[in-house]
């Protein structure tokens, strides 16, 4: 259990240092170096490294890995497509009088989102899958199956970047509490009014997005230490 263990925590912490810009743009990341840093051998170090390639945060050239730019092009068109496929889940029930939400996924949705308010989680990029799972529930419940496919395959496009939704407390706050009130709407029979909640909900997530990792690349150019 302990190596396991010991692998999870090298991967998440580099890529929280890398998430907060603390290494260089495009700097290469050397196994021995962030073994030294880290204090560990280079095998977990190595192993998280093949795990950050698949999220996303760092790019491999000529047998090297690098801290990857985070990605912001189409991002504004992706979430366009996100929030009209979510929101069509809940017009769907406006619309079309014998669609209605399925309340055996949305109850157990809405106990999982209340023990998260009573006992917060720790801020992590990880909770973006928490948050995702959220929101495809959600639309799945609203009986349509092409939609909620359509809607998994942008949040895998637009996930390396919505990580950096959720480093820190008052944005998962913020989160726990919003979705609570989209789903109090929702399982009231009040859609026109979780419309408007969830249009409201993802606007403010793009923004915080942006912002955040606008933020950690100036980090990145700013930072002149570097592994490389």
């Known amino acids: 259990m302990l190596p396991r263990l010991r692998r999870d925590q090298v991967y998440q912490e580099l890529r929280r240092r890398i998430m907060v810009g603390e290494f260089a743009l495009n700097s290469r990341l050397v196994e021995e170096r962030l073994a030294a840093l880290l204090g560990v051998s280079r095998t977990p170090v190595r192993e998280a490294l093949v795990r ?23 991002l504004r068109d992706l979430y366009d497509l996100r ?41 992590a990029p990880d909770f973006v899958l928490v948050d995702e799972d959220f929101h495809v529930t959600l639309l799945r419940s609203a009986g349509n199956a092409a939609l909620t496919s359509t809607l998994e395959s942008v949040n895998a496009r637009i996930r390396p970047v919505r990580m950096y939704d959720f ?51 100036t980090q990145m150019h700013l930072h002149r230490g570097g592994l490389g």
């Open 83 to 123: 929030i009209t496929l979510e929101l069509r889940g809940l017009t769907r029930g406006l619309e079309i009088e014998s669609v209605s939400h399925d309340v055996s996924l949305l109850e157990p949705l809405r106990d999982q989102w209340q023990a998260m308010w009573d006992d917060r989680p720790d801020p």
């Open 167 to 217: 480093l820190s407390e008052e944005r998962i706050e913020l989160t726990i509490s919003q979705h609570l009130a989209v789903l109090d709407r929702v399982l009231g029979g009040r859609l026109d009014e979780a419309v408007g909640a969830l249009r409201a909900h993802v606007g403010e997530s793009m923004e915080e997005v942006e912002r955040r990792a606008a933020r950690a690349i």
């Open 52 to 74: 950050l390639l698949a999220d996303g945060q760092v790019t491999r050239v000529d047998g090297g890995y690098f801290v990857a730019t985070p990605d912001f092009s189409g």
